[in-house]
């Protein structure tokens, strides 16, 4: 049985005869999942995405497709076979991990739990980091595009609940995103290989909520942070936010109001670039401003003057 590792540096090959893909994971791209890396299309041993933007890392072979917390793998988030092809390999039983917990993997099983695709004229997906135990086709099954293959999870070497799909075509590493032999980042696009094209979105934010401190940022990843519900009694009110590809001088801007109107207005500006990031803010509670009641929180993220995403978050006071 072949399974081939998800590590090393970044091939080229040539792109012609295209793939045409469809998007591997049943979820709504910008709402309930997003795309945290891309292929790196930086040689060098700095890194950027197609865009030359940071959305990747050094050495990064595929395209991740995060959820924004690992309590949305509960339900289960099918991963769907990107073309038709056969199954020439596969990988399950490999135990899974929580944010901040230590990674259990063997050596040499970075990928996780996974699936590798073979389809025509040389091309090959992979799809990495599966829930343990999803995995629901066999070695030599012919499967059709969209087909389910497994569920995301965490297993192998993940810090976030996601799909890496690696693309390769004769062995050599292809971005769908921009499938043009040594193509470096910002040069002139071609076609997308996926079918209908996908939109790049250079960071936004996540999640929000509501907590009577500030949490850990592990306790956000996981998706256990927000309440609904808080005591006055409790001493403050905080309310966070959780983005991706945050950079060097975008702003976060978050506002709470309550039954009195505005509770807390704060603008922060981010001093470097990050993969994911949270920020929070509020007050102390008082006699003066404890006010039971229904409470609002909004986040807006925001670069060059524009807004990139924004999200809203509800609690009630008692």
């Known amino acids: 049985m072949r399974f081939l590792a998800c590590a090393g540096g970044l091939a080229l090959a040539q792109a012609s005869h295209a793939l045409d893909l469809s998007f591997p994971v049943d979820c709504v791209l910008g709402e309930t999942c997003f795309i945290q890396n891309y292929v790196d299309a930086d040689p060098s041993s700095d890194y950027a995405d197609f865009t030359c933007n940071r959305l990747s890392y050094d050495g990064h072979k595929g395209t991740d497709v995060a959820l924004p917390a690992a309590r949305d793998m509960e339900d289960g988030v099918p991963v769907l076979s990107a073309a038709d092809g056969t199954v020439v390999g596969l990988r399950d039983g490999v135990p899974e991990h929580l944010p901040g917990e230590e990674m259990r ?62 693309l390769r075509r004769d062995g050599a590493v292809i971005d769908p995103f921009d499938p043009v032999p040594d193509a470096t980042c910002g040069a002139p696009q071609t076609e997308q290989l996926w079918q209908p094209p996908l939109p790049y979105e250079a960071g936004g934010v996540l999640q929000a909520g509501f907590a009577s401190g500030v949490p850990e940022f592990d306790t956000i990843k996981i998706g256990d942070a927000h309440q609904e519900v808080l005591q006055t009694a409790e001493g403050a009110l905080v309310f966070w936010a959780h983005l991706f590809g945050t950079r060097e001088g975008d702003e976060l801007h978050m506002t709470i109001t309550g039954p009195e109107g505005e509770f807390f207005d704060n603008t922060v500006t981010f001093d470097r670039t990050q993969a994911q990031a949270f920020r929070a803010g509020g007050r102390r509670l008082h006699d003066g401003n404890t006010v039971p009641g229904a409470y609002e929180g909004i986040a807006r993220h925001m670069r060059d003057g524009r807004e990139i995403g924004v999200i809203r978050a509800n609690t009630v006071f008692f």
Do not use: K
Request: net charge negative; proline share 3%.
């Open 105 to 166: 993997f063997p050596e040499g099983q970075d990928c996780g739990n996974g699936v590798v695709i073979l389809h025509d004229d040389g091309w090959e997906t992979q799809y990495c980091h599966l829930a343990q135990g999803s995995v629901i086709v066999n070695t030599g099954d012919a499967v059709l595009a969209g087909q389910q293959l497994g569920e995301i999870g965490m297993s192998g070497r993940t810090e976030f609940p996601h799909l890496h799909m690696s």
